[in-house]
């Protein structure tokens, strides 16, 4: 894990609701595009970094993630760089499908995952730990190169994964997190990390809130 000689600003936003969202299907790595509401809270949130000096902007390179970044990008003249590491977790044959009365076998599956998203596995789907492997070695990869101040947009699993490792003398696992698009997260990485809770949209739109909501 990266050092802290290098004073370091994370801002982490998970991506706008996608068609997939907006349909309630489930996303995993199905490469979905924002829906209209996704694409106002990604304006949302260059607005909120609009008076922010950016240093770099990173993406999981899932669509719906780099079209949340890209008015951020636009406005601060950065590229997005993108990192396969920050995709959401591959979740197998559940991808595309409804977790309601219209596919009782989705939701069978769907709810023995959520008792047990670390060890359940659907068929098809990504190793939990697999998955944290990969979202900490990009996590690593970034720590390592930046200073300054960072967009990374990733998603609600990858966020999780995220925010447990650098909080972690705050919160002990990843299972009591739950990551939202309507928060941005401003995390100061120093030797004992502090975080801020920022509103994307609504009535309280830029609001900040000391520590981390949920």
Wanted: charged share 20%.
């Amino acid at each position: 894990m990266r050092s802290f000689d290098r004073p370091l600003r994370i801002y982490l936003a998970r991506h706008g609701q996608s068609e997939l969202n907006l349909q309630q299907r489930i996303s995993g790595q199905a490469d979905a595009r924002l829906s209209a509401k996704g694409l106002e809270q990604a304006q949302a949130l260059a607005d909120v970094l609009k008076h922010e000096t950016l240093s770099a902007i990173y993406s999981s390179s899932l669509t719906r993630a780099t079209q949340t970044a890209g008015p951020a990008a636009a406005m601060h003249g950065l590229p997005i760089q993108t990192l396969d590491g920050l995709r959401e977790i591959g979740l197998g044959i559940l991808e595309g499908r409804h977790v309601d009365e219209r596919d009782p076998e989705a939701c069978q599956l769907w709810a023995a995952r959520a008792h047990d998203k670390h060890r359940f596995m659907v068929p098809g789907a990504e190793a939990y730990s697999a998955f944290t492997n990969r979202v900490l070695s990009s996590l690593e990869q970034i720590l390592a190169n930046s200073s300054g101040t960072i967009l990374l947009v990733g998603h609600r699993n990858t966020n999780e994964v995220i925010l447990a490792r650098l909080l972690a003398n705050d919160f002990s696992g990843e299972a009591e997190i739950n990551v939202k698009n309507k928060y941005l997260y401003a995390i100061d990485w120093v030797a004992k990390p502090k975080v801020m809770t920022i509103r994307l949209g609504g009535e309280h739109h830029g609001r900040h809130y000391p520590g981390l909501r949920t």
